[in-house]
Every structure is written in structure tokens, then in C-alpha cells.
């Protein structure tokens, strides 16, 4: 199954830990310095780094599910 991707953009400070974690999958607004997903993604083969991602958030703004 696909993960899915919830971004809570109230509580992302912007710290990019999921940047490093998962590069391809995350990146910065640079006038909100609010993290989204890039187009195309997310898909089977970046479940590893979206688990990273997600562990290393230090606010907890990620959330991985199943669809």
C-alpha cells in the first residue's frame, strides 16, 4: 500500500529534519518555511525514509498512515 502523508502546518517550526530524512519526498516553503510533499510522492519505495522522517520531527508535524 501507498503511505500517506499528513503535515500538521500549524505545529512545523520549519526545522527540516524530514529534509534530510527524506529529500526527495519533503521540502520547504520558502516564505512559510512550512514542509510539504513533492509531486509524485509519496510512494512504496520511500517507506523507510518517511519512517525516518516522521521519528525525527521534533514536533511531531508528521504523520505516516497506510491508505
Known amino acids: 500500500m501507498t503511505p500517506r502523508i499528513h503535515i500538521d502546518t500549524a505545529a512545523c517550526n520549519g526545522y527540516g529534519n524530514c529534509l534530510v530524512a527524506a529529500p526527495d519526498v519533503f521540502d520547504l516553503d520558502p516564505d512559510t518555511n512550512i514542509a510539504f ?17 516522521e521519528a525525527d ?5 508528521i504523520r505516516i498512515s497506510k491508505s
Request: glycine share 4%; charged share 30%; with cysteine.
Open 37 to 53: 510533499t513533492r509531486p509524485g510522492h509519496p510512494t512504496d519505495a520511500d517507506q523507510d525514509t518517511l519512517r525516518e522522517a
Open 57 to 61: 520531527c521534533p514536533v511531531r508535524a
